[in-house]
């Protein structure tokens, strides 16, 4: 079960320095996370994921990132205690990281490379919803926003994308974690 998103190395928002490869055999929803973002509610319905489908092997797995308007200011230990305290958040949290980029980390550069383009599940893509902001969104294949997601299969391999407005109960995301969790490892 060789894949490169395994062997990057990272670092735990307790500073315990790990890799994804302690999630080898489970299936992986990475999100790039912001707690002062208007998409910060959805850290509940990634929560809620986490606990209905670990049971089955699913790992939610946030990435803190003040890569859009700053809306990751806080340090790990302040970013760690607003997610447990307005959150519940049990799900793996790394320490802050650069998602977009020339200090992209590599996690991201190999996440981006094996889904240029994220699947929109609106009726109006978040790109457009950003401009209507008066916000110019990246160019893909870079990242829109905070909350962009990236299924993983059991074997490490980027299976899906998805825009950042995509909420955690969305049926389209659902249905991706369920055909992933439903395939052997």
């Not at 307790?14 to 996370?33: D, F, P, Q, Y």
């Not at 609106?122 to 916000?135: A, H, N, W």
């Not at 110019?136 to 962009?148: A, C, K, M």
């Not at 899906?160 to 490892?185: G, Q, Y």
Request: charged letters at 25%; aromatic letters at 10%.
């Amino acid at each position: 079960m060789h894949s490169p998103v395994y062997e990057i190395p990272l670092q735990k928002i307790t500073g315990e320095r790990v890799s994804l490869a302690e999630h080898k055999g489970k299936v992986l929803l990475v999100v790039n996370v912001a707690s002062k973002c208007g998409l910060t509610p959805q850290y509940e319905g990634l929560e809620n994921l986490y606990e209905q489908y670990r049971g089955q092997g699913l790992v939610v797995t946030g990435f803190p990132a003040n890569d859009f308007k700053s809306q990751e200011p806080g340090t790990e230990a302040e970013i760690r205690t607003f997610c447990t305290a307005n959150y519940g958040v049990k799900f793996p949290m790394y320490s802050k990281i650069a998602v977009v980029g020339p200090g992209k980390h590599p996690l991201y550069a190999t996440l981006i490379a094996a889904q240029p383009k994220a699947t929109s599940v609106s009726d109006v893509p978040f790109r457009e919803k950003l401009k209507g902001y008066g916000i110019e969104p990246n160019p893909e294949p870079e990242l829109t926003w905070n909350f962009e997601k990236f299924l993983v299969s059991r074997q490490g391999e980027v299976v899906r994308r998805f825009a950042p407005d995509t909420a955690p109960d969305a049926p389209e995301l659902i249905r991706a974690i369920e055909v992933e969790l439903n395939k052997s490892a």
